[in-house]
């Protein structure tokens, strides 16, 4: 709606003071330590778009909810649903020379995660760190693609930092260690079955160690 011409300013009260208007051009400024508080039951309507500048933040904490589509969805989840986004494959490949793994920590937020072996790699090593529910990470061990592979004693031993470790049992692990050789591979499945609990769902290859 285009300002009443009576009005001089771009933030003006409306004629019988309900409504409180910035016209084009106008703008509502809230400065640092100011804050804008919308009681129960109130509500705001935006029609337009709501732009987060860089350095910004939308905050919603425990217990509060956001209405998608109609329904409200509790903070806790959404904040699940969004951490447990899956990216697409990782590919961690050593060089026929490395004896350590080069990445320290098994990527956030992808769903796969590939290491390829090397002929010097014998006792690799990486972490699980900490993680939101529902996040699930399938882990695999394989040979050197390269068709060159003749290390009959490759392993990759899984180890956690900040989170806990689960078996298929549900009892806890420390550690587990994967392994490969010429003729064969390790995979492993995991859900974040709880915020920072891992736990061990199925393997394949017959190859895992758990410690």
């Not at 919308?38 to 709501?50: R, V």
């Not at 060089?95 to 793994?101: C, E, T």
């Not at 031993?157 to 692990?173: D, E, F, H, Q, Y």
């Amino acid at each position: 709606m285009a300002q009443d011409a009576t009005y001089q300013t771009r933030i003006y009260h409306e004629l019988g003071g309900e409504r409180l208007v910035a016209a084009s051009g106008g703008t509502f400024a809230v400065e640092s330590g100011g804050s804008i508080f919308i009681t129960n039951s109130a509500q705001m309507t935006i029609s337009g778009t709501l732009n987060l500048l860089s350095g910004g933040t939308l905050s919603m904490i425990s217990g509060a909810s956001w209405g998608i589509a109609g329904e409200d969805v509790a903070a806790d989840d959404i904040r699940r649903i969004l951490a447990s986004e899956q990216g697409g494959t990782t590919v961690m490949i050593q060089l026929a020379n490395d004896s350590l793994l080069g990445t320290s920590n098994i990527p956030k937020n992808v769903k796969i995660v590939t290491v390829v072996g090397s002929e010097a790699m014998s006792q690799g090593s990486i972490w699980l760190t900490s993680v939101s529910a529902g996040r699930e990470l399938f882990l695999h061990l394989v040979g050197d693609v390269s068709g060159g592979f003749t290390n009959n004693n490759t392993s990759l031993t899984v180890l956690r930092s900040g989170c806990i470790l689960l078996n298929s049992t549900g009892a806890p692990l420390a550690s587990f260690t994967m392994h490969t050789s010429v003729a064969s591979q390790c995979g492993v499945h995991l859900v974040a079955v709880l915020d920072n609990t891992w736990s061990i769902v199925s393997e394949i290859g017959n190859n895992l160690v758990e410690e």
